[in-house]
Antibody, heavy 120, light 112 residues
Framework: QVQLQESGPGLVKPSETLSLTCSIS????????WTWIRQPPGKRLEWIGY???????QYSPSLKSRVTISMGTSRTQFSLKVTSVTAADTAVYYC???????????????WGQGTLVTVS | DIVMTQSPDSLAVSLGERATINCKSS????????????LAWYQQKPGQPPKLLIY???IRESGVPDRFSGSGSGTDFTLTISSLQAEDVAVYYC?????????FGQGTNLEI
């Protein structure tokens, strides 16, 4: 059974770079698209961007200038970097898998537990 | 961006009764290539990640109880819980995955 787990610092200083890793157990990057979502305290979920099995990426226009999603050091990890963070980047960050059905990608069918990152 | 608006923001339903949550998108989320609406519903309980319930507006994810159903097309969608159980207390989100940036509704808090 595939599981996802986010890891990284829980506290980041303003203007620095937030770095998180998503570890995939029971699977690999090869077979799906992978995404990062965040949820600021008391606010709705916000999509950050995704990475394809080949490493191609798409980002939310509102974050594009500050965000990088990339493969990790192994085919069972991918990462998120957000530069020049401010308090507005404080959120629970989730990694998730984009489902694949007949070549189409309708939803997010597997989520990590999430990790709280505070910018202060 | 496609704006997703849910109603109501909060809902209290008696055990065994029907719960209905609505979601309206600012643009159609119908993908003409496969005639599917790229609208999903998620359930989030406190301290847990969202869980996929419904995709393509009406397809129940594997393992989801059949009291959960989704309907709608284009810009107007509904999540229905036919007979509310205690374990259904959660926040429910709709989500469009047709157009970047993918977006979510503000959530509906469902209580007993």
């Amino acid at each position: 059974q595939v599981q996802l787990q986010e890891s990284g610092p829980g506290l980041v200083k303003p203007s620095e770079t937030l770095s998180l890793t998503c570890s995939i157990s029971g699977g690999s990057i090869s077979s799906n698209y992978w995404t990062w979502i965040r949820q600021p305290p008391g606010k709705r979920l916000e999509w950050i961007g995704y990475m394809s099995p080949s490493g191609g990426t798409q980002y939310s226009p509102s974050l594009k200038s500050r965000v990088t999603i990339s493969m990790g050091t192994s085919r069972t990890q991918f990462s998120l970097k957000v530069t020049s963070v401010t308090a507005a980047d404080t959120a629970v960050y989730y990694c998730a898998r984009i489902s694949s059905i007949g070549g189409y990608n309708p939803a997010l069918d597997l989520w990590g537990q999430g990790t709280l990152v505070t910018v202060s | 961006d496609i704006v997703m608006t849910q109603s109501p923001d909060s809902l209290a339903v008696s055990l065994g009764e029907r719960a209905t949550i609505n979601c309206k998108s600012s643009q159609s989320v119908l993908y003409k290539s496969n005639n599917k609406n790229y609208l999903a519903w998620y359930q989030q309980k406190p301290g847990q990640p969202p869980k996929l319930l419904i995709y393509w507006a009406s397809i129940r994810e594997s393992g989801v109880p059949d009291r959960f159903s989704g309907s709608g097309s284009g810009t107007d969608f509904t999540l229905t819980i036919s007979s509310l159980q205690a374990e259904d207390v959660a926040v429910y989100y709709c989500h469009q995955q047709l157009t970047i940036p993918y977006t979510f509704g503000q959530g509906t808090n469902l209580e007993i």
